[in-house]
């Protein structure tokens, strides 16, 4: 049995207790479009970006009848890019998606974003073929206890 790490809190021998599977075609932004340097909008298009945000995990819950959380779960966000897309470096993948987190946890697909709550994994991929939109596809797993 190992133990969980140290700096993500993720444990691969964790029990998965449920999981589901969605895809939203919405592209994800990196960190560095969401840093506005004009003086007081910085707020303004984070609040605008997390609503957006919201309205689609709430649609997610619905459409996939996902309980809301009570429990710590494991959530692996893959940012799914176009055709010409770049990938995005670790900071401004983590910092792009950091309003589709704390939409998360407004919605109640998971309790919180911090260690002790959830265990959030990043990665990225490339999908071609016809009709390949960029997007964000998350897989909630929710752990035993």
Request: aromatic share 6%.
């Amino acid at each position: 049995m190992s133990n969980p790490c140290v700096k993500c809190g993720h444990d691969p021998d964790a029990a998965v207790r449920a999981s589901w599977s969605f895809t939203i075609e919405r592209e994800v932004k990196s960190l560095n479009d969401h840093n506005v340097n004009v003086k007081g909008w910085r707020g303004a298009v984070y609040k605008k970006d997390r609503g957006a945000w919201v309205q689609w995990f709430q649609l997610m819950r619905v459409n996939h009848r996902i309980p809301l959380a009570t429990g710590k779960r494991v959530v692996t966000l893959t940012r799914i890019m176009g055709s010409g897309q770049r990938e995005f470096d670790r900071d401004n993948l983590h910092g792009g998606l950091k309003s589709a987190l704390d939409a998360m946890v407004y919605t109640c697909l998971i309790t919180g974003d911090s260690i002790a709550h959830a265990t959030i994994l990043y990665d990225q991929q490339r999908r071609s073929g016809p009709g390949v939109k960029p997007g964000l596809h998350v897989l909630l797993e929710e752990l035993a206890q």
